[in-house]
Every structure is written in structure tokens, then in C-alpha cells.
């Protein structure tokens, strides 16, 4: 890595050397590979432990370093392209869905949701919790809301709560006509439960994607949806696969 | 607000902190309020002054707080939906394009994009920078890169730079048949230009969405926009409007 005087430049010096951190991250590291010490590097490049901290925090929230617990700082593969949006109008549950069922249970949502869905703030809804894996790791975790009223076949014979009875309400689900879906992407951080699935530390920052699912003219489930924000690069459309951001761009001269 | 105490709760108390806070937010606090100072807040929690800045700077990632200069903190309103998706198939510069230009130039783009564009990568390309205001307030920043292959009717009688030479740009390569448009979602920072044009620091998290038109089976154009992730929630979907998320949900119980 080079030795480039930070004293001299007017933006704040953390950004500075953020910039000059992941130019070297580009020459000079291997993915994977583990930084030298925190002392170490800021000891080369001149700067107090304070700055260069917040450069590698600014470097892991793009994607370009991870910390690890017992390993140190490594340097982060390329973030994963998620397919979010490809399969518009597929009802969840479906044979290529990328989704694994853990849970279900019936139970009051929060208001937001019962506004959302249309239904009263106190009545039961169907709530399966579901995680997605990708290239082995965990990337994302869901929620999805399901009023009873757009399982109208539900037996009450399976379990009432587990996998089975999961699966069991997304088969009725699926007896449904979806007619459209629409997404929100936007910036969160991640509670006790999904930063616990995620292999995350609570706080940790996510995007949120919440889906609607529309039938006859109605919401007939609703997903709120936590992806890894150090990992995932959600993609939308057919390909999807857009892989282009590397750190903040900088304007072409 | 209330005054639970904070020591015998097993998760990090900076995130039952922001929990008992955002409750508060919720119930006693109007958009644009401003919060009490630190001291007192501190002083009202029984937490130190780390643990209650830990617990703001997570309220204010998740868009429940903004912090203002010579203001100091107050309750953020609701985020603003931002239609990402929804013009699938139009090109940039339509009529009801949502996107003001505000310069062009021909350069040589960053490696990655030529690299997206199938252009040398020292081949300039039409680099046309452009803002979006929301409800009065800037949301993004964009620089969208045109090859000159997608633009080939351009005469060289326009100025060579400037708004002008942008919506020429613009006007050319429309006359293109776009097939196809693909996006992905990414969490990023802003680099000193773009968080200039969006009123932040450098370094504010911005949610980055790249998004390639495709004309003829190649790619004929590629957007690199950030949005404020403090502000902005990006919605995919005709109506795409999905308000439900509001920090990080908990699992209803």
C-alpha cells in the first residue's frame, strides 16, 4: 500500500483514506485475504487509530470488508446478485421459490401490517416466517402475512404451528388468482430474531423489501423481507444481474 | 417517556435503548419535534452518553431521526416513496422523466462500466449527469453512461458540454428501440460529489441502483443513481406504493 501524505487534503481524512484503502483492496489484496492489524495500518499511513477506524467501518458498510469475530478484518468477495423481482407474479410457495419455510403461527400483526392488509388491528393473521440461502449463505429472512380470509380451504387437521403448517397455508395461498405484486426496497437494521438468522449482530444494516401481493382487488399477503445489506445486491428484472457498483462511484474526469 | 431500566435486559442495551425510544417516538413525539439534548436524554434513560448516541445513530440509519446542524435532532417524517420501477420500458429523458440533466461530458468511464457498456476501456462515452427532486428535496444523483455507438444521429454543432448537450443526448437516444431494463439495489455511500448534490456528508449511506437499457441485444445505456437512504423508500411495481416498514419489525407475537 502506498504512503500518501493525508495531512494536505481538504475532505474529511477518513474519506481519504477510505479511498486509498479500497484502491489498494483492488491492487494489492486477494478476497479473503486478512488485513494487516489495525496498529499496523495506522501506523503507514499516518493516521490516528480513530480515523482508520472509521474508514474500514465505511469500507465494511460497502461491502468491500468483513469483520469477523477471531479472524480479524478480511477482505469480501463480490456481494451476491438476489433475484427480487424476476418472478413478478409468482405467489410464494411455488415450486422455484427460493424460500424455505421454518414456521407458522397464528397471531395479531403489527398495526402497520393489519392496515396494510385491510384487516382489524386485533384479529389473527397467518404469519410464516421464512429464510432464503444463497451459495450457502444466509441472506435473507421474512416475514409473510397472510389474513385468513385468503386461505379460505385451511384445514384446521395439520399442525397448528411448524414447517407442515407452513407449507400447508402457502398450497392454499396458491388456490388464489395473484394478479400483481409490488416492492419497497429500503434501508433498515436488523432485530434480535433476523440479525440471529442472518449470522448478524442486532443493529446490523439490512434492506428491507416489502412486498404486496394483490387478488381480486385486494392485498392477499403481504412479506416484509430483511437482506443482508453487506452481501446482497437485490436485482430487478429478468436478467437482473447488474453488477457494476464498486464503493461510492466517482464522478469520470 | 417512560423510565424502564435498562440493566437488567440481556440484548445490547444501546438496542433495547432504541427500541423504548422509538416506542416514544411513536407516542409522544410529532414529525419535525425536536428531541430533548443528550445530557438530559442520557440522564432520563439512566444510560450513558455512548450507549444513547449508539441508539440515536441506529434511529437515525433507519430514517426515524434526522440531525440538523445548529437544529439539532428531530423526529424524521415518513420516507418518501420514489417510483424506481414503474416506467419499465421508457428511456431516460422522456416527458414525464422524473429526472432533471444537469451536465454532459465525454470521458473515458470508470473500468467496471466500460467494462458493462462491451467499450474499451479507454473509450470516452457521454457521461450525463442528472438530479431528482422529490416533493422538493433531492433524492438522487445519477451519472448515466450513453457509448457513442447509442447515440449515432448526434452532430458535434451542440455544445460540447453542459444541460443543453445533455438533453441532446438524450433526444438521440431515444430514437433507439429500448428492448429490455434491468436494475439491482445496493446499499453504498456517498462520495463527496453526490452527497453535495444530496445535502449530506460524505459517507452517508445512500441505497445504489444500477440499471442497464438494453436496445438491439446490447447494452445501450447504464445509470448509476444514489438515493438518500435516510429519506427514500424505492418502490418497484405499477402502483409501488408499499408503506409498511417502520424500523426493524419484531416478530408478532
Known amino acids: 500500500m502506498g504512503t500518501t501524505p493525508l495531512e494536505t487534503v481538504p ?91 421454518a414456521d407458522c403461527h397464528l397471531a395479531a400483526p403489527p398495526a402497520t401490517v393489519a392496515d396494510a392488509l385491510g384487516t382489524d388491528r386485533d384479529a389473527p393473521v397467518h404469519t410464516v416466517r421464512r429464510s432464503r440461502v444463497s451459495h450457502g449463505l444466509p441472506v435473507a429472512a421474512e416475514l409473510l402475512y397472510i389474513p385468513p380470509s385468503s386461505v379460505p380451504g385451511l384445514t384446521a387437521i395439520d399442525a397448528p404451528s411448524g414447517p407442515a403448517r407452513a407449507r400447508a397455508v402457502l398450497r392454499e395461498l396458491q388456490r388464489g388468482d395473484l394478479e400483481r405484486q409490488e416492492s419497497s426496497v429500503e434501508l433498515g437494521s436488523a432485530g434480535a430474531d433476523d440479525a440471529k438468522e442472518l449470522d448478524r449482530l442486532p443493529g446490523a444494516p439490512v434492506l428491507v423489501v416489502t412486498t404486496r401481493y394483490l387478488a381480486e382487488g385486494r392485498t392477499a399477503a403481504l412479506s416484509v423481507a430483511t437482506y443482508r445489506a453487506d452481501t446482497c445486491r437485490l436485482t430487478f428484472g429478468d436478467l437482473g444481474d447488474v453488477e457494476i457498483h464498486h464503493g461510492p462511484r466517482t464522478q469520470a474526469s
Open 11 to 101: 475532505e474529511p481524512k477518513y474519506w481519504h483514506l477510505r479511498t486509498v484503502l479500497s484502491e489498494a483492496l483492488d491492487s494489492e489484496f486477494e478476497v479473503g485475504e486478512i488485513l494487516p492489524n489495525e496498529r499496523d495500518l495506522a501506523a503507514r499511513f499516518g493516521v490516528a487509530r480513530a480515523t482508520l477506524r472509521q474508514a474500514l467501518e465505511q469500507l465494511e458498510l460497502e461491502g468491500r470488508l468483513q469483520r469477523r469475530r477471531g479472524v480479524g478484518t478480511t477482505v469480501a468477495p463480490p456481494r451476491v446478485g438476489v433475484a427480487v423481482g424476476t418472478r413478478e407474479h409468482t405467489w410464494p410457495g411455488t415450486a422455484d421459490d427460493a424460500w424455505q419455510p
